[in-house]
């Protein structure tokens, strides 16, 4: 089985601030890391992944995570958080190999950045 | 995302009521996929499609079904609505690759309220 945590629910950091939000995973084997953005009223947009290679990803908006195989983790973060950045944050994961295609996701974690 | 749209956007219900969602995508992906969203939950997935012909069960297609039109077009029915089926419903999308994993591209969203 696999799973991801979410340990925040909620995090709060003011602008212009370094940004974190964290995220474990559990997988029997290497895993794909996303991690998705979902502002109100709205579906879930893609912001990075980790499939293999460099450990630091870079992707939209400024964001980055980095994937740590031996802590299990791939937390997201963001030099100098905006107000725009306010939104509810989700890492998922999947098992790499055949007949694994399910993603699974954490519970998210609601990032407010305030003015 | 203007590319995968879901109908209806807003459903109230009454339970033992049947009710149908619909999911259309203009980007010609051959995967597309049902979750819900309930609050401090995340996303679970309960059904997905690789093409046509191949319908997979999720982590929670108990009460529910789905039928694949098309390419472009994936549909959930709820046979029996009952009141903790109330949730936010997406549809996403995806493109298979033989190297890695693709992201998904989600929709807006289909608030469903059973009552």
């Known amino acids: 089985a696999q799973s991801v945590a979410q340990p925040e629910d909620q995090v709060n950091v003011a602008e212009g601030n370094p940004l974190t939000v964290k995220c474990t995973y559990s997988?029997?084997?290497?895993?794909?890391l996303f991690w998705y953005v979902q502002y109100p009223n709205r579906g879930l947009q893609f912001l990075l992944k980790y499939i293999t290679g460099d450990n630091l990803v870079k992707g939209s908006y400024g964001f980055e995570a980095e994937f740590n195989k031996s802590q299990t983790s791939f937390h997201l973060k963001k030099p100098s958080a905006l107000v725009s950045d306010s939104a509810l944050y989700f890492c998922a994961v999947r098992k790499i190999g055949a007949g694994s295609y399910q993603l699974t996701f954490g519970k998210g974690t609601k990032l407010s950045v305030i003015p | 995302d203007a590319d995968v749209t879901q109908t209806p956007r807003n459903r109230i219900t009454k339970t033992g009521k049947r009710i149908m969602l619909e999911c259309s995508q203009t980007?010609?992906?051959?995967?597309m996929y049902w979750y819900r969203q309930d609050p401090g939950l995340g996303l679970r997935l309960i059904y997905y499609?690789?093409?046509?012909?191949?319908?997979n069960k999720g982590e929670i297609s108990d009460g529910y079904s789905v039928s694949r039109q098309a390419q472009a077009k994936f549909s959930l029915s709820l046979e029996s609505a009952i009141p903790n089926q109330t949730a936010l419903y997406f549809c996403a999308t995806s493109d298979p690759t033989s190297g890695g994993e693709r992201e998904q591209y989600f929709g807006p969203g289909t608030r469903l309220t059973v009552t």
């Open positions: 997988v029997s084997g290497n895993p794909y």
């Open positions: 499609s690789f093409d046509v012909k191949d319908i």
């Open positions: 980007k010609g992906h051959d995967r």
